[in-house]
């Protein structure tokens, strides 16, 4: 069974430069995740979908970010513009909504904001 | 709001040494508790979950961890760590009350000499 896949691994852009991160959940999970992981630091949630609503967005910086899973399985992370503390790893996870709250997750984004 | 402390941020122990990582919560209510993992390069992943019953749980490759309701407490142990257990250790609430919304500690960083 394929794990939740997010693309791209990797991504350097400079400040003032939009960005946009996919991921796509394992099969039959309808909970979605984005997660923020600064360097030395344990995952932040950024906002989590049921199906194709944000049920919890509250610590989505929405000047700048926004988050879409429009036929609620994949889901898009943008940043516009981008700034030199995004440098991050975004994580994408995924877990079945009525199950043990068990996450899975994928390998995660890295972005460099030179 | 949950919290979730990690105590130790680094980690150094020879192979076949125990090892104890403490792990401790603020939420009051009912909660599922998580350990996660992180091997280098790789994506973070369940080592072990508490849901209810025996307050000692065990996980994969030889991990285990005990709730202690009475001191909000969830601590990962191993009795002899392999140079391959190096990886960064999360701990990880959710409230029961709070949806699918999983709370993360900082991290331990784990470094198994051989």
């Known amino acids: 069974e394929a794990g939740v896949v997010q693309s791209p691994r990797y991504k350097i852009i400079e400040k003032k430069q939009p960005v946009a991160f996919w991921c796509n959940p394992i099969?039959?999970?309808?909970?979605l995740y984005w997660y923020l992981q600064n360097l030395g630091q344990g995952p932040e949630l950024l906002i989590r979908y049921e199906n194709e609503e944000a049920v919890d967005d509250s610590q989505l910086p929405k000047d700048r970010f926004s988050a879409e899973r429009l036929k609620g399985v994949d889901s898009t992370l943008k940043i516009q513009p981008a700034e030199l503390g995004d440098s991050a790893v975004y994580l994408c996870?995924?877990?079945?909504?009525?199950?043990?709250?068990?996450?899975?997750f994928g390998e995660g984004s890295r972005l460099t904001v030179l | 709001a949950q919290s979730v402390s990690q105590h130790n941020h680094h980690v150094i122990l020879s192979e076949a040494a125990s090892l104890e990582l403490g792990c401790n919560y603020s939420y009051g209510g009912t909660v599922n508790l998580f350990w996660y993992v992180q091997y280098p390069g790789q994506h973070l992943q369940l080592l072990l979950k508490y849901f209810s019953g025996d307050p000692l749980v065990k996980g994969i490759k030889g991990f285990e961890a005990e709730f202690i309701k009475s001191k909000f407490s969830f601590n990962l142990r191993k009795p002899s760590v392999q140079w391959s257990d190096t990886a960064e250790y999360f701990c990880a609430v959710k409230n029961r009350g709070g949806g699918n919304k999983l709370t993360f500690g900082t991290g331990t960083q784990l470094k198994v000499e051989l």
């Open positions: 996870a995924s877990s079945f909504s009525q199950g043990t709250g068990e996450l899975f």
């Open positions: 099969s039959g999970h309808n909970t």
